[in-house]
């Protein structure tokens, strides 16, 4: 993908992300499966037929989703027998336009660093100003043009 066209699906990301990000979807504690079929009025047995299991297999699913070992499969299942739509998301902890600057920050703050310590054993250092504009410039360079490079590990 081009690097205009990741700006541009960035863009579009968080603005779909930001009513996600915003909104209060915490899983509930008894989770969500029987959250709904308590709030109903449904039996375990009545959950576990209409998923077209066995009941211990329907305490399981709620079990699983509550520690956090439910497949997606197990809960579209029990989605369909509750007339539910599961909905499945990953929500950034912060806009992904804002993930990409400060990750081209601290590279560009890197290889500013590794210029500073070069200039110094020469004795021409830089004042801070100066390097701060030049962090600024080359982590907008590095957010426009990096790709992939940005996430590698050090």
Not at 18 to 28: L, Q, Y
Request: charge should be positive; charged fraction near 30%; aromatic fraction near 2%.
């Amino acid at each position: 993908m081009r690097a205009q066209d990741r700006s541009t699906a960035r863009r579009q990301l968080d603005k779909r992300l930001n009513s996600i990000r915003n909104s209060d979807m915490a899983r509930p504690p008894r989770g969500w499966v029987k959250a709904i079929r308590a709030a109903l009025g449904m039996t375990m047995a009545q959950l576990a037929g209409r998923i077209g299991v066995v009941q211990s297999r329907a305490f399981d699913i709620e079990k699983a989703e509550i520690t956090g070992a439910i497949t997606l499969g197990s809960l579209a299942r029990a989605a369909r027998a509750l007339d539910c739509e599961l909905v499945y998301a990953l929500v950034p902890r912060k806009p992904l336009q804002e993930m990409v600057a400060e990750r081209a920050t601290v590279q560009a703050m890197n290889s500013v660093k590794e210029t500073r310590h070069t200039m110094a054993l020469e004795d021409q250092s830089v004042n801070e100003e100066d390097e701060r504009e030049q962090v600024k410039k080359l982590a907008k360079q590095i957010a426009e043009k990096a790709g992939s490079k940005l996430w590698q590990l050090p």
